[in-house]
């Protein structure tokens, strides 16, 4: 199964990369390695996380604060956000 990503889902990925490494030099490689980790479960195991609405899911990280919410179209998986948890909830609705 392939993903593409929302624009600002890749956005919201780059910035908490950036902030990341400022806290810490090689922090935000380790939080860019999370989140495709993350994808790769996603990308396995498509069903197997609560919805969030009709079509959309999110799959929690295990390490940091953030959620990949996704949708599943036909053979694909559309990553609507890089969604950190304590963000307001729902923020990313108008994307879908």
Not at 51 to 64: A, D, G, I, V, W
Request: charged content about 25%; aromatic content about 14%.
């Amino acid at each position: 199964m392939k993903y593409s990503f929302h624009p600002l889902a890749r956005v919201e990925l780059d910035e908490a990369t950036d902030y990341y490494e400022e806290c810490r030099p090689g922090l935000g490689l380790e939080f860019v390695k999370e989140i495709f980790s993350t994808i790769q479960r996603i990308v396995h195991f498509p069903d197997a996380w609560s919805m969030l609405s009709k079509n959309t899911r999110r799959c929690l990280t295990s390490r940091f604060p953030y959620g990949v919410v996704y949708q599943i179209s036909g053979e694909e998986i559309f990553i609507i956000a890089i969604a950190q948890s304590n963000r307001k909830p729902d923020y990313w609705k108008k994307r879908t």
